[in-house]
């Protein structure tokens, strides 16, 4: 078992971003740290087709459902896309590959040389990226983006009152997140098994996985936390790359930073594979939509 590895549960859509992701990760990972990508068994095929089968190890997305004995086989066909995403990948754990393992999605993309060091801590406890989020909060709401703070604070509340906690709201909204078996094994023991659910019952839209993994790790306490900040610059939305790209950040400064960088797919369509499905009138809209809020960074 090794102590750590990458791990990107991906799906056809992403495939070029992945590619993108692979490419990077092939030339920053300074320690060799073994890649693991995870997609639906039928997609198999054209992964192979456009990211190649070189510099990752694949599993199957059955293959992580399976491993949990609890669960009946074809149970993520009942659920949307994003919430089946979800669960495989706070299920990846239970594969026994890793101790410990840096969640990745096709949307990032490394851009300086990482190592061990910067997920593990001397003890070989990992980091806990967990943070409160004021300083994008501010800047959404300064930019006139208020529910912003709304929706995630919602989903905070929601979260922590599951678990009985009462104080602030941390965050970690996007990643890499630096997840323990240990902490994932603690829910399941802990929470999941003794109200006779699996995480494919506890799993909501208001549920995320990020914020699930920090309640149960300082309710259960399976590790201790050692705090750090995000480790990738995030753009969670157009507005918000045009507004610091206007302050003048770029790729090149974030390397003092930052590991790497997310242009979220939400917002950034340009690598869907397939295309988009709208048609050309809402595709007009939406970017002259994007102009406008390009225009808005100058404000």
Not at 66 to 79: L, S
Not at 95 to 106: K, P, R
Not at 186 to 206: M, V
């Amino acid at each position: 078992m090794s102590d750590i590895v990458l791990y990107c549960k991906s799906y056809r859509k992403d495939f070029l971003r992945l590619k993108r992701l692979l490419a990077s990760i092939e030339q920053f990972n300074a320690d060799g740290i073994p890649f693991y990508i995870s997609t639906p068994e039928a997609d198999k095929e054209l992964l192979t087709k456009l990211v190649g089968s070189n510099g990752y190890h694949w599993v199957s997305d059955e293959l992580i459902i399976a491993a949990n004995p609890r669960v009946n086989p074809g149970i993520e066909k009942g659920r949307s896309g994003g919430l089946s995403q979800q669960v495989i990948k706070s299920e990846f754990w239970r594969l026994g590959l890793a101790e410990n393992y840096v969640c990745l999605d096709s949307d990032c993309m490394f851009i300086t040389n990482f190592y061990r060091h910067h997920f593990l801590a001397g003890d070989g406890i990992p980091y806990t990226v967990i943070y409160q989020n004021k300083e994008f909060y501010q800047l959404a709401d300064s930019r006139g983006h208020s529910k912003v703070f709304q929706n995630l604070h919602a989903e905070s509340e929601s979260v922590k009152t599951l678990f009985g906690r009462s104080g602030p709201n941390y965050f970690c909204p996007c990643p890499p997140f630096i997840w323990s078996a240990k902490v994932w094994q603690s829910f399941d023991n802990e929470y999941l098994e003794p109200k006779g659910i699996t995480f494919w019952d506890y799993s909501r839209a208001d549920r995320p996985e990020t914020l699930t993994y920090l309640e149960a790790l300082l309710k259960f306490k399976a590790i201790p936390v050692y705090a750090i900040e995000q480790l990738f610059r995030v753009y969670y939305y157009d507005w918000h790359y045009f507004a610091l790209k206007r302050q003048g950040e770029t790729e090149e400064k974030l390397k003092l930073h930052f590991l790497g960088v997310i242009y979220q797919s939400n917002w950034n369509p340009e690598l869907d594979y397939g295309g988009s499905d709208k048609s050309v009138l809402s595709r007009f809209i939406r970017k002259l939509k994007r102009f406008g809020r390009y225009l808005q960074s100058y404000i």
